[in-house]
């Protein structure tokens, strides 16, 4: 039994002497290239992690849905059926996230009848590996076994993305939601953001996937993000395009240049950084299918220096560990993932490799900075799914 299995087990034990009669997970996702372009229609390359947020549920007598999180304080409180309006109060809470998912499920046919649900996750919480889809997911799932009523995958997806918008206030895009509920195990996704479209590229059982947690958040993220989103809305304004994503169709960055005199310098810095990691992006789709390990690395590593310099989303912790990696014998390539200002750097390497890097960084990340960064293997994991409760 995994430990987040275990934990939502006592969770469930404080709330309700009853056994609980369904359960599902869903997996956390690290992004492996295609950062800050799901929202300007572009392309991401993520894969499901082996680390999932986990939920169940034991019926109730009476019309009460009651829900815990062995992560989180304040529970959350509503009646079967009956319609959730968002709460500004409880923006970016725990609740929130929970109810926003049962009133988008309700609103699609799929009603939670009465229960006491426990979830629980190994996903780690503001480390930029979606633990909030993962939420998201497991919970929609839950709902969707305890109804007997099953939505098509890219409904459920945009389900959960809708309640992270209405309910949490947060304008996510699709890629978490979607990973979180498509991935397949061995592979990872290229999705194309604008037609909600996923390819499987498997991912080669040579390559170690090492997630390097810095265990750092800088305060300035929000209003960084929404600067940075609002530069692209902007920069494709100026361009005379709808998303930068259709710069694509008049020549990618060569378009860009062309118009450079039309954009601001942070319009100018967004829309290079957007073009040119779509094109990354699914450059990597390709390497990573043929194994091309020597064409991928520097698409990697390119989309961290473009995140650095013209996205300016990285951080000192960030361009550490991701200049470590990339130092050591072995690594393809390493980049921050994630929104920035703090998390996790990917490196994908050797066997050998992810050894070395687990032996020495930490180390070296903490003469530095004074903080021990957490380090842990993963693999490409399968979507959402019920659990058996035998």
Known sequence: MTTALNRAHR?????????????????????????????????????????????????????LIRIASADAPIHAYTESGSPIAPDPALRGTFPAYALGVLEQMRRRGVVMPPADIAVASDVPLGAGLSSSASLEVALATLAELAAAKHLHPHD?????????????????????????????????????????????????????????????????????????????????????????????????????????????????????????????????????????????????????????DDFRVSCPELDFAADFANQTPGVVGARMTGGGFGGCVVALATPDAARALALSLPDAFAARFNIRPDLFQTVPAQGASPLSLA
């Not at 369904?22 to 680390?51: C, K, Q």
């Not at 929404?226 to 902007?234: D, G, T, Y």
């Not at 990573?288 to 698409?299: E, I, Q, R």
């Open 11 to 63: 969770t469930l034990a404080q709330l309700t002497h009853a056994s609980p009669a369904w359960a599902a997970r869903a997996p956390g996702r690290v992004n492996l290239i295609g950062e800050h372009t799901d929202y300007s229609g572009g392309f991401v390359l993520p894969m499901a992690i082996d680390r999932d947020t986990v939920a169940l549920a034991a019926p109730r007598a009476d019309n």
């Open 156 to 308: 459920k997806a945009n389900a959960c993305r809708l309640a992270e918008h209405e309910f949490a206030g947060v304008p996510c895009g699709i890629m978490d939601q979607f990973i979180a509920v498509l991935g397949r195990a061995g592979h990872a996704l290229l999705i194309d953001c604008l037609a909600e479209h996923a390819h499987p590229v498997p991912v080669p059982s040579t390559l170690r996937v090492v997630v390097i947690n810095t265990r750092v958040k800088h305060s300035l993220a929000g209003g960084e993000y929404a600067e940075r989103r609002h530069a692209c809305e902007q920069a494709a304004l100026a361009l005379e395009i709808p998303l930068l994503r259709d710069a694509e169709a008049q020549g990618g960055l060569s378009f860009v240049e062309r118009r450079r005199t039309r954009l601001s310098p942070d319009q100018y810095r967004s829309a290079r950084h957007v073009v040119g990691e779509n094109q990354r992006t699914r450059d990597a789709a390709r390497a990573l299918a043929a194994a091309d390990l020597a064409a991928l690395g520097p698409l990697l590593r390119d989309s961290h220096a473009s995140l650095r």
